[in-house]
């Protein structure tokens, strides 16, 4: 148990690097169709969770899901702070027993809902939502119904994120910023989907 | 293995209808109809009931769809009466049989996990 | 004048079987049944569906219960390119037919009270 | 302007003979998650709108559309009929005037707009409406607010379709009948969606 509190310190840790990598390419998504900052958003806020969650003593995945939670809704600022934060903060509590295949499910979904309803936003809306919903409908079936290992079941989740960021592109937006340019925001693709498939894909990295 | 479905309705013909429309969406999961009072009239009959929930069990149960009051009662006395282990849902006829269909093809079904999807479809919305 | 009735199914024999088990509680009332491909197969087609809702409508309209989500969408293109005024109901197919046609006997009745009556027998508790 | 009607009648015989060429493929992913007959469907709606197409006397778009929209409901059956040739009636008035871009901007949008209100289905529900939305999104955006040509935008709507069909695979079908599968559904491509992208991709091939 401190042994999965650990991974998930590394995965936060890279997470962190991911997202200071992808600074530049994150805030020139959203300087396309939003206000330009969503690189540095992510960038500041992991960093300063990354930090918080390493000077965390023995800690277990719930306290860590919560303290990055809690660091991100401080530093983030704009709409990815309550939704990224928030989120985790919320579906942290889903990880009370541990990290096992049902608790990461009930964390997921839980994660998802709690995205939807902070940002009244649902799948095809050009938000985070459309990576999100199939990787969380993907992760679920494929823990549930086709029993697979949780390592396969995060690779194929990483794989629907992915088509998720490509749907972001010639939809319209019906949310967040991107919402005001109307027409505009079609041929775009979605700034917060991609942080969240990013997320997706070092978490993946960090399990497998 | 699989668990088996058996329509019951008053009218012969709506049964047999009804798992035709089932049938569809089935996969190899056993469906069988029965129905009428035995001499082309409208009605149930207990023993008929039973020899068809003999027919449609596979080892792993069944789940019995009714139509009307008495089609209950009599699916009843006939579950009572065999040593298959059936149970009947509370769920509207059609809409029952099709959804325990589909959730007769999932390979981790039981009659449970049938029964409750049959009775889901109570909630369904048409328009 | 009586508020006339409609049955559709992909199943030609599920339609004309709960047209039977309907019309045991329907009086006087106009029960019609529609369904299937008009090849003897499963599904539906508007335009039978549209010539049937005329033959049962009387000038008081008519309510129709269908089974499954491309009946209900065909019984609506049916609809619009009708002329009678006639209405879908949310209701189970058999079981909302026989409360409609329960609910069409009454001397007051209208579309509206007979769609509510068949839209009750969503929940109906069989056990 | 009779041209134009000819046009079209030469696009729905190119669509009828892919859907011919397809039908198997569209009646497997049918037979993981529906039942079994959309290829069927397609293939025989479409050479009977073809063929009915082909009689018509100089027609103009409006009447083409009209004619193989109202095939399409008699021949089609299942959901298919309804949501493709309903929609088809309705939304070929918009072509009274003939084919221009404004005229095709609000084709493609009613007949989104219908298939929307006919099967009750939202973009992410795992049905044709995926497509859909992407390439009647990004047709619009295209011809009205980047002013591109309609062969271009149409270019462009078909790989949006395509955007559209991989996003179905990964998510939980809410309507139709692979709604009925719940969970399992995922992981599916859906039919409909798919014989979508096919006959926007035989649009595009007509006007090449
Ligand atoms: N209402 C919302 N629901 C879901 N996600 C949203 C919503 N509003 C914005 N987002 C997501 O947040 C991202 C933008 O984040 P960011 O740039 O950090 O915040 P802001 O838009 O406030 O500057 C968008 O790309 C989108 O994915
Ligand atoms: N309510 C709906 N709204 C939109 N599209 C739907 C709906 N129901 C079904 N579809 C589409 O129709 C396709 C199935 O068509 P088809 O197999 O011809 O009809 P059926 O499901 O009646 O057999 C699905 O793959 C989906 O894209
Ligand atoms: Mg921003
Ligand atoms: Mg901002
Ligand atoms: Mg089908
Ligand atoms: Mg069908």
Redesign the interface.
Known sequence: MSGDGEAVVAAVERVAERLEAERDHLTQLDSAIGDADHGGNMARGWAKAAETARDLDDPDPETVAKTVGKTLMAEVGGASGPLFGGSLVFAGAELEGGITPETAVAFAETYLEKVEDRGDARVGDHTMVDALTPAVHTFKKSIETDERPPLEALAKATDAAERGVAFTVPIRARKGRASYLGWRSVGHQDPGATSTLFILQELLRTVA | MTVGLVVV??????????R??AA??AGDTRIEAV?GDGQGG?GTVPDAIGDTIGSADDGDGVVVL????SA?MNAEVAIEMGDVDAV?A??????GA??AA?AAT?PNATIETVREQAEA??DI???
């Open positions: 309705s008053h009218s012969e013909r709506a049964a047999e209808g009804i035709e429309v569809e969406m129905g409208i009714v139509d009307l009051g209950v009947i509370d769920a509207p006829v059609l809409e099709v959804n589909v999932d479809a109570r919305e048409k328009l």
